[in-house]
């Protein structure tokens, strides 16, 4: 199944294949203050239907995650980077997916905060 996906305000657009679950909730600092619950997904499922250039971009310690956010409304809806297989992978952000059921989705917690 297709789900859509966008920011609060709509700036940023996209839709991603596949069946969400289980998310991960990380607690580490940048995990809490955005309040992410994440889906991992090739980065191929993913496709944006707004210009890549309207997304704004955080990164930090190795840099090597591309964290888009969107300058307008501040909602972060995913993220991308390299995973440990060599394959693009994109990270959703499931609370800016329309249609999903958090409360039904399987959450896995990681601490990320004592690595
Ligand atoms: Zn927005």
């Known amino acids: 199944m297709t789900h859509q996906g966008s920011c609060h305000c709509g700036r940023i657009a996209f839709e991603v294949d596949g069946e969400p679950g289980p998310v991960i909730e990380c607690n580490c600092s940048h995990c809490s203050a955005k309040g992410y619950l994440l889906w991992f997904v090739p980065r191929e499922s993913l496709r944006l239907s707004t210009p890549e250039a309207d997304m704004s971009t955080y990164t930090f310690n190795t840099h090597s995650i591309q964290h888009h956010f969107c300058p307008v409304c501040g909602a ?37 905060r004592s690595r």
């Not at 060599?86 to 896995?108: F, I, M, P």
């Open 76 to 112: 972060a809806p995913f993220g991308e980077g390299t995973g440990p297989d060599g394959v693009a992978t994109a990270a959703v952000n499931v609370r800016c997916l329309q249609d999903v059921d958090l409360s039904a989705l399987e959450v896995k917690h990681v601490d990320g």
